[in-house]
């Protein structure tokens, strides 16, 4: 068991530093999809039973290849496996926790809020109006950093609680509404 | 401390002593003790609050939020004994900081638990959510706690020493007086007895325990060496008396010896002058009566020469008795002025052998009494201490004694001999045959003038033995007879041994 964690270190180490090292943006952005894994609880009938894995969905063209699926490689959230499942359209889109909506599909926002409403899935992007056309968490880049948007009556309306710690470590929108 | 002193301030210094020391090991004890719990539960508390801020900044480290982090380590500002904390990501570079730009200097590297330096507690907590490490907070507090601890205790335990100090005092002053006071009460009495000699004195007896027991015990010992000292007391002033009265007795004997004494010296000086006067009369009557006796019986005999051939036989007669008359009176008077010269002349001491002087005076009788029939019988006699010319006449006297009354006896017998010694004297005797006497005349007869014959019978002056009882009185000794009508007479002398007697009894 401790051995395993020292590994699990070492690989998330290894990851980060070569981040680090070069401001590889995409290999943030995976490794953020699954930090959201960590900070945000969906309600316990979106997943088909205890063991289901923890699925995190990209819609649309996939930006990360290889890399996303590196780091969710083996790892375990709360008893439960992730995996990664690629989606082209909207209407493909099944059991999944976390969705990464490709800013190519920007001009559909709109579609695929719609065809998302009401279901607890912690919708990502990084397009610049993603948050306020209706997206929960948008990545945000800024001189080298990865910074974060919450939307958070989106998440509320969603049913997907966002912890507080994320929602520190992020700037909220519409923090002051009351669902 | 504790060999001066009074035993008040030592039971006092034993109590001090005994509680300050109690007291500081229970303080030392609860100190030490509270110090370490103290300590663990700093580090806990330090620990708890690393968990909370760990835990609050699990999400800036995940999605790498600085300004986020260095907002959650801004809240230590609440907490003054935090001097600095900081953040490590899962890489162990330094992630955020606090105080802001501050000049602390902070590890490079993140290390594990938590240990006290010199002033600061540091800590490690590791900042991980759902098993997964995300970096290590770290934390350096300040010991201020502990100090502030340290000197609130401090004062503490001074303050509660200083009053258990006082409590004790005035608790042992007011205990100790109980077990003092009847010790310090003996040893007023003591001190009373043995300075003032008051054996009336007695120790306060104050409780019921040894103590009230030892005074018991000292005050029936004080009643004891009272009764003894009256009764010594008493003894002494008895045989004071005693002693006072035996003085006076003894100055009161002293006084009548010394009234005897004198009435005896001035008895004795009173006879000597009448015996001097006695003899100096005596003696100028024998001297001044020889010379008219001289012309009496020469003018008789010139008148018997003149008248030789006209005489009658009558007268012729007559003037034979005046004749002889006058010659005894001559011999009266010699003996007489004998007598008074053997009480006056000087005495000269010298060994005198009895066997020559008595040989000669036989000699001397023989001589004169020719045709007497005398049977001597003298044994050797050994020499004796005394005048030589009075022992003499001692002897003449006694012998011609022996020889006069033993006149009618055919033979005579005349015995001298020793009869041993009476003390340090020899007793000489001179026995004879002859008339004796009766004994109760046996005193009268060293009077002078007394005689117990008559003179037709036997002439003499009668002052012979007078003068022989003188001369051995004169010499210390004493002289006696014994004897029986018609069987003899028995004189005893005594007299003082030669230094080397021969003795022969």
Known sequence: MRAIASLLILLVGASTVLAQRRFDERAIKATYLFNFAQFVDWPPASFADDHAPLVIGVLGDDPFGRVLDDVVAGEAIKGRPLSVVRFHRIEDVRACQILFIASASAPQFAAVFEALHQRPILTVGDAADFATAGGMVRFVTDQNRVRLQINLPATRAAGVVVSSRLLRAADVLGAGEVP | MFRHGSFTRKLMAVILLTSGVVLLLTCGTFLVYDFVSFRSALARNLSTLARVVAANSTAALAFDNRDDAAEVLSAFAAEPHIVAAALYDARGELFATYPAGSSVSFPASPGVGHAFGRNELVLYEAVSTNGRTLGTLYLQSDLGALYERYRLYGGTGVAVLVMSFLVAIGLSI??????????????????????????SVRAERFSDDELGRLTDAFNGMLAHVQEQDRSLREQAEQLRREVAERARAEDEVRVLNADLERRVAERTEALKVANTELESFSYSVSHDLRAPLRHVLGFVEMLQE?????????????????RSAGVEM???????????????????????????LIGETIERIETSAKGRQIVWEVSPLPAVVADRA???????????????????????????????????????????NGAGFEMRYAQKLFGVFQRLHRSEEFEGTGIGLATVQRIIVRHGGRVWAEAAVGQGACFYVTLLAARVPEMTV
Not at chain 2, 417 to 428: K, N, P, S, T
């Open chain 2, 330 to 356: 001559g011999q009266l008077i010699d003996d007489l002025l004998a007598f008074s010269r053997m009480g006056r002349t000087e005495m000269q001491h010298r060994d005198v052998s009895l066997d020559e």
């Open chain 2, 306 to 322: 003149e008248l030789r051939d006209s005489l009658t036989e009558r007268a012729s007669r007559y003037m034979n008795t005046i």
């Open chain 2, 390 to 432: 009075m022992l003499r006449q001692v002897f003449a006297n006694l012998l011609d004694n022996a020889v006069k009354y033993t006149r009618g006896k055919d033979p005579a017998r005349i015995t001298v001999g020793c009869l041993g010694m009476e003390h340090d004297r020899l007793v000489i005797f001179v026995r004879d």
């Open chain 2, 174 to 199: 007011r205990l100790q007086r109980h077990i003092s006071q009847p010790v310090l009460a003996l040893a007023r009495t003591a001190d009373v007895v043995s300075r003032e000699h008051d054996y």
